[in-house]
């Protein structure tokens, strides 16, 4: 059986995620005690689920050296138990909460004291959001972290759902483009500077392209200092992912940054993903692209050409 646990910060996505979730087939619950998890499992076991979600986080009281616990108990007993934990960043957090308008769940003395604070103050939104930050950054360490900062629910919703049906037996290998002006990803493993690299920005044809284009991918390709950058990268995974599967991990997120997360990026984030996808199950995500931040008219149209040998 299958057994997803979606967890994480307060107002990072959690119900999209479960909502996605939802619609990949999955056997969902949300806000659960921790406790009963291992019930709810045994229980859908019995029932001959195949797909479950589970969404816990603070709202559920949850102590997090209890779950840590459990989860990994339940890793023990059930075929496959995956972790995935949201996080982003805290101005995007204070965004949503004004948005909606919602109380932090860390001021719900319910909530407060089953976690073994105070139940009698009310917090400001930064400090709940830190707070919560410490207590539940244990869990990171146990799945796979996605950052939703600046993501439009529709493209966490298609993330997420590429993600799990990448899910296998194999290690899941994420390659994601990103650019360093908007900063470095908390969900990447592994970083990768290439702005060293000759950008094709300042070519006035190419400047409104993307990476996934064939006219920038043939510029890249054709500069051999562009071909070294990957080959080099490609050995060190290739050298350390054996030692990441040794520590018990089964995911790996590799960033690839350059200066707009347009060009370079992604025509290298590409390419990586093209060499390991024979020998793992591999998921590309361009996270300026996907955040609309880039629209040429050309990206609905690109072209993945295969790379030169």
């Not at 493209?155 to 483009?177: A, I, Q």
């Not at 970083?191 to 993307?210: M, Q």
């Not at 043939?218 to 599967?245: C, G, N, R, T, Y």
Request: hydrophobic share 40%; net charge negative.
């Amino acid at each position: 059986m299958q057994v997803i646990v979606l967890t994480g910060i307060s107002g990072s996505g959690k119900s999209v995620a479960l909502a996605a979730l939802e619609d990949l087939g999955f056997f969902c619950t949300d806000n659960l005690p921790s406790p009963l998890l291992p019930e709810l499992v045994a229980h859908a076991q019995g029932q001959g689920l195949s797909r479950i979600a589970i969404a816990i986080d603070s709202r559920s009281g949850s102590e997090v050296n209890d779950l840590k616990e459990r989860i990994q108990a339940l890793r023990q007993h059930a075929a496959e138990v995956r972790v995935i934990f949201l996080t982003a960043s805290t101005p995007d957090l204070f965004a949503r909460f004004s948005e909606t308008r919602r109380r932090h769940p860390l001021n719900s003395p319910d909530v407060a004291r089953a976690l073994g604070l105070p139940d009698n103050e009310e917090r400001a939104l930064d400090e709940c959001i830190t707070l919560e930050r410490e207590l539940f950054a244990p869990l990171a360490e146990l799945g796979i972290v996605i950052d939703t900062t600046g993501l439009k629910p529709q493209v966490l919703r298609t993330w997420l759902k590429d993600m799990v049906r990448s899910l296998g037996n194999n290690v899941l290998l994420t390659f994601e483009s990103f650019a360093f002006k908007h900063g470095v990803p908390d969900d990447a493993d592994l970083v990768f500077d290439v702005r060293s690299l000759p950008n094709p920005h300042y070519d006035p044809v190419l400047k409104p392209l993307t990476g996934l284009d064939a006219p920038v991918a043939d510029f890249l390709a054709s500069h051999d200092l562009v071909q070294a950058m990957v080959s080099d990268i490609e050995q060190f995974i290739a050298k350390w992912l054996p030692e990441f599967m040794r520590d018990g991990r089964n995911y790996l997120t590799v960033a690839i940054g350059c200066t707009g997360g347009q060009h370079r990026s992604v025509y290298v984030a590409e390419r990586l993903a093209e060499r390991f996808r024979i020998d793992a199950q591999v998921v590309t995500r361009h996270r300026q692209l996907s955040m609309g931040r880039i629209q040429p008219s050309a990206l609905h149209t690109a072209v993945r050409p295969t790379p030169a040998q």
